[in-house]
Each structure stands twice: as C-alpha cells, then as structure tokens.
C-alpha cells in the first residue's frame, strides 16, 4: 500500500482524507510539526511554504492541507484567517456578523500540496454555499453554520462520508488520489 504522510495536528483533517485515500490504496499517516507558518491572503501560498519547510524536516512524501472560508457579504473574511477566527469568535460572532444579512453566500476552499524529492503539486477544491442562519448539528470548526450547495443540511449535521461527498476537502483530497494512485512506486517508499 502506497504511503503519504500528512503534516498536521488537526484529527478532523486527517480522518476525512483517510476515508477517501483509503479507497485509493493510500494509507495516510498524520504528524504534527510544529513549523512556522507564512501569513499570506493566499492559501496556496501558505501551504506551498508549508510543504517545503515540513519537506526539509522529515524528506519523505508528504502532504500539507490549508483551508478557510470565505464570506462574500463579508468581503471574503475569514479566508486565510479562518483558523483564528473561528477560535477567537467562533461560529456564534460569525452569525453575529450576519446578522440581517440576506446576501449569504460563501466558498469554502482548500488546498492540498503533495512534496516528495521529484514532485511538488498543488490540487484544489471549492464548494460554494450559505451560511446557515443558526448553528445546527456538531461537526467542528465551521461545519455547524455551512449549508453547501444542494444540500438542505449543514456540514455539521452530516457524517464524515457525505461531507466527502460535498466538501472543499473531498474534492482537493481526490484530485490528489486520482493523481498519486498513478504515480510511479518510487515516490512511495
Ligand atoms: P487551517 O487550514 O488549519 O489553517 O485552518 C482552517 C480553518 O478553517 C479551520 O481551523 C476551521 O476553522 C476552518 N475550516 C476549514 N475547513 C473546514 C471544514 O471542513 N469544516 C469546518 N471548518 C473548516
């Protein structure tokens, strides 16, 4: 079974991609470097500088994700920020802020760099959506006030498997086992 390992301390991230990558033949490993992360409006560049400090550190194939939501009333806030937002305000300031808002779109994006010693590739996924009036169901970060698309449901009252289905990171996470499943055996050892 080809290996992957992926930088993060965030369990969530991990078990979701797992689901899918398991599918592919990739078992996914999770370790938690604690490296210095880039400030940037970008996600893809945060997580480019991500993958290769994480690369000079442990020199085997990994992957890094980064993601965040991005509010259109709200002029993209929380965006690149999303991690200190949602632990600073959380999901109750978020709806604060929107409150008597009718214009309630937003894009959840994420990005996902694969770093080994030939590759180093980029794969993207956006789910447009709504942010939900009140919080519903469990989940974490923002699950509980996103509602993607055809859907009637919020992330967070969805299971991991039909989040998946849906999510920003199911999307990025399968454009990368779609590629790496073809990927030559060298970049697995
Ligand atoms: P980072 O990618 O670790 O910088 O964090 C992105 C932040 O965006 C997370 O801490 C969450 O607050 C939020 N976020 C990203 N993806 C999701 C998701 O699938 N569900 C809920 N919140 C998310």
Redesign the pocket.
């Known amino acids: 079974m080809k290996k992957v390992t992926l930088i ?1 301390g ?1 369990t ?1 991230k991990f078990k ?1 991609m797992s689901l899918i990558l398991i599918e592919y033949g990739i078992e996914l490993e999770m370790l938690d470097l604690d490296l210095f992360e880039i400030q940037s409006e970008k ?1 893809e560049e ?1 997580a480019l500088n991500y993958a290769r400090n994480a690369y000079k550190e442990i020199r085997k194939p990994l992957i890094v ?5 991005f509010i259109k009333a709200l002029n993209g806030f929380p965006g690149p920020y ?2 200190y937002v ?1 632990k600073t305000i959380g999901n109750e300031g978020i709806l604060r802020l929107m409150y008597d808002e009718k214009e309630r779109t937003a894009t ?1 994006k ?1 990005v996902i760099v694969y770093k080994d010693d030939k590759f180093e590739e980029t794969f993207v996924g956006e789910i447009k959506g709504e942010i939900s009036r009140e919080i519903r169901g469990n ?5 509980p006030i ?1 509602i993607p698309n055809n859907s009637k449901k919020t ?1 967070g009252e969805m299971q991991s498997e039909e ?1 998946n289905k849906y ?3 199911g999307i990025a996470t399968l454009k990368f086992a779609q590629w790496y499943s073809k990927l030559g055996n060298q970049s697995s050892l």
């Open positions: 993060t965030n969530n979701e996600i945060i994700e980064d993601s965040g939501l999303s991690s949602n959840f994420a989940g974490w970060g923002f699950d996103f992330f989040k999510s920003h990171r």
